[in-house]
């Protein structure tokens, strides 16, 4: 079922179009990652569904109706979230209960749920300037469901931790999709691959890919062959573009990647030419393109 449906959306800061009316939609119990370069749009975009930035532009449905105040059926978490550093975790989500209307006992039961959902229980009499960065993420995830929301807007949710953080975070996620519909912006590609369901690739402020990922890397499948070399080998591979079975050659130090338009003829020939060069190589391995290749395609294009 649709919960928010976008269209024509914009928004201009004085010239300049951030995003230019860009259209998608959300269905119920998904959870979708929006990705791009820095400077795409994606934390402006994230502001306008949340309610802190009006649009120039577009219009934004939920359930099928425009609602004049959307923050009631969103929790929002922002990339550099802010808390009060002498609260403890219990205190801060009991205000922030109370601000999202709910009754001081509400609030109190609400909080003492959500701390031991995050594993903060142990915490929760702690100083918040005390908690570590996965900590006050995870309270952070904590505050934006404080009112039970109907969809959970993370800007850059992991972008600023460490990589135990992170996987705690991301672990949170993906427990939390199984009831709320999520949608968060990233740079970090695998983490998209590991939890999302549909993928939104933004690029100067359009939407230039959009649909689910399973789908969506299906059908932008490439086959690839990865060679890594004891030296540089920048004469061969510049002469291999030539060949019509090869579409794109990306070659960092000693490694390439080469994609192919036909996988079969590609290997037999570069294998043949490696054998006849005598080039030293260390790995030749075939595999597909990755997300993280389509992404390059699309922002470079």
């Known amino acids: ?30 959870c979708v990652s929006l990705l791009g370069p820095n400077g795409a749009g994606k934390t402006t975009t994230l502001k306008m569904l949340s309610g802190l930035l009006a649009p120039t532009a577009g219009t934004i449905t939920f359930k099928g109706e425009q609602v004049s105040d959307l923050r009631p059926f969103i929790g929002y978490l922002p990339q550099y979230p802010t808390f009060f550093p ?3 975790g219990k205190e801060f989500l009991v205000f922030a209960g109370q601000l999202a209307t709910l009754n001081r006992k509400e609030a109190e039961r609400r909080s003492m749920e959500l701390l031991e959902r995050v594993g903060l229980t142990h915490a929760m009499k702690r100083r918040i300037g005390g908690y570590s960065g996965g900590m006050k993420q995870r309270l952070g995830l904590a505050q934006a469901l404080i ?6 807007i993370l800007d850059e949710p992991v972008s600023a931790l460490d990589p135990l953080g992170r996987r705690e975070v991301l672990d949170m996620m993906r427990e939390i999709k199984k009831e709320t519909t999520i949608l968060f912006s990233t740079h970090v590609l695998h983490d998209a691959e590991e939890i999302s369901d549909h993928i939104l690739i933004m690029h100067a402020g359009d939407i230039v890919v959009s649909g689910g990922l399973r789908e969506v ?11 890594e070399f004891e030296s540089q080998e ?11 079975f090869v579409s794109e050659v990306n070659s ?27 080039l ?5 391995e075939t ?14 294009a």
């Open 1 to 30: 079922m649709e919960l928010m449906r976008i269209r024509d959306l914009r928004k201009k800061f004085g010239h300049m179009d951030a995003v230019k009316e860009i259209d998608f939609e959300l269905e119920e119990g998904m």
């Open 86 to 88: 002498w609260m403890t």
């Open 147 to 152: 009112h039970r929301p109907s969809l959970l």
């Open 217 to 227: 890397m299906e059908s932008n499948r490439q086959p690839v062959i990865e060679i």
């Open 234 to 244: 920048s004469e061969w591979l510049s002469s291999i573009g030539e060949y019509s």
């Open 252 to 278: 960092q130090g000693n490694t390439a990647k080469i994609l192919l338009n036909d996988l079969i003829k590609g290997k037999h020939v570069l294998l043949k030419e490696i054998v006849e060069r005598n």
């Open 280 to 284: 030293p190589i260390r790995k030749f």
């Open 287 to 300: 595999a597909h393109t990755t997300l993280e290749d389509l992404f390059m395609k699309v922002v470079k």
